[in-house]
């Protein structure tokens, strides 16, 4: 009987990634793409990877679907037929899905044993550095340059989207997200909602370095609660050539950046810690990463400049 639950999930999460790729409606297929990420962070919360559950509800249904919605309303309408792949396409892409459904599954059904894990590894230093999440352990020590990698990336992403701006137009501020019809209840949430989640947002980033959470949700969370200001037109996005707003947007990387070439003086490494202030350091780290991952996620769905500075 404690399978029914699991397997209930399993069909919804099927049945939502199947109608969002069989849809027609590029809105609707956005909307199915969030509802699978929401089923899928209950999927992990379900294999009580909660840190993971997280980002997924944040990333894959949250900031992601935003951003998908952001560009299906910017994009010119086409004939549903002028945009039909090829059936060559349909079938490749059918094998290539096929493929790797086939490994993972063989990967479940038939687990090595005794099965491939660094736990212990990870676990048998966490109390050096005074943090009790192995998760954070991981991302902020032992895999630090992959975190600092996709951090940067972001950047290069949000530099990506700022360079589709209009010449007229550079260091202006994007086009309004304000919903097309206003909504007193949309303004009454935007002005009641936004403490409670900023409160929310850094308390994740702070119980980040000992229980689940973390930058990445934290930092989700604060955009969103921007973005809702945004949306309900108490606030209009602000133009790209400010000073304030760009030293934001690199905040984290450079923090990031100058605790790692510290480590050479410090730890005699890069991106290493000293164990007595290795906490301290990777909660400053996580503070500053997680208000340019903020900024960045709201730039990013706000999109390129569409207004001449002022």
């Not at 260091?171 to 309004?176: E, L, N, R, V």
């Not at 308390?203 to 200001?229: E, I």
């Amino acid at each position: 009987m404690t399978l029914l639950p699991d397997l209930a999930l399993v069909l919804l999460i099927l049945t939502a990634a199947v109608w969002t790729v069989a849809v027609r409606d590029r809105r609707d297929a956005v909307i199915g793409f969030i509802v699978v990420g929401l089923l899928l962070s209950l999927a992990w919360v379900r294999l009580n990877a909660v840190d993971v559950a997280l980002t997924e509800a944040a990333i894959g249904g949250g900031a992601t679907g935003l951003l998908l919605l952001r560009a299906c309303a910017r994009l010119v309408p086409r004939p549903a037929e002028s945009v039909l792949p090829h059936p060559a396409m349909w079938i490749l892409t059918g094998l290539l899905c096929s493929v790797i459904a086939a490994g993972l599954a063989a990967i479940v059904v038939m687990p090595v044993e005794p099965p491939a894990t660094l736990a212990p590894e990870a676990a048998a230093n966490m109390g050096e550095l005074g943090l009790g999440n192995p998760v954070t352990v991981v991302l902020l020590a032992y895999r630090a340059l992959d975190t600092l990698l996709e951090k940067v990336v972001l950047v290069l992403a949000l530099i990506g989207v700022w360079t589709l701006t209009p010449e007229q137009f550079w260091g202006g501020a994007p086009a309004s997200l304000r919903a097309q019809q206003s909504s007193g209840a949309l303004r009454l949430l935007a002005q009641v909602l936004p403490p409670v989640g900023v409160v929310i947002g850094v308390y994740l980033v702070w119980n980040g370095a000992d229980h689940p959470g973390g930058t990445f949700q934290g930092g989700t969370v604060l955009a969103a609660m921007w973005l809702l200001v945004m949306m309900a037109d108490l606030r209009e996005p602000p133009e790209i050539r400010l000073h304030t707003l760009r030293l934001l947007v690199i905040l984290g990387p450079v923090v990031f950046l100058v605790a790692g070439f510290a480590g050479f003086w410090i730890a005699n490494g890069f991106l290493s810690y000293p164990p007595a202030f290795a906490k301290p350091i990777i909660v400053i780290v996580e503070a500053a990463l997680a208000l340019s991952i903020a900024v960045i996620l709201g730039m990013l769905v706000a999109g390129p400049a569409a207004r001449a500075p002022r």
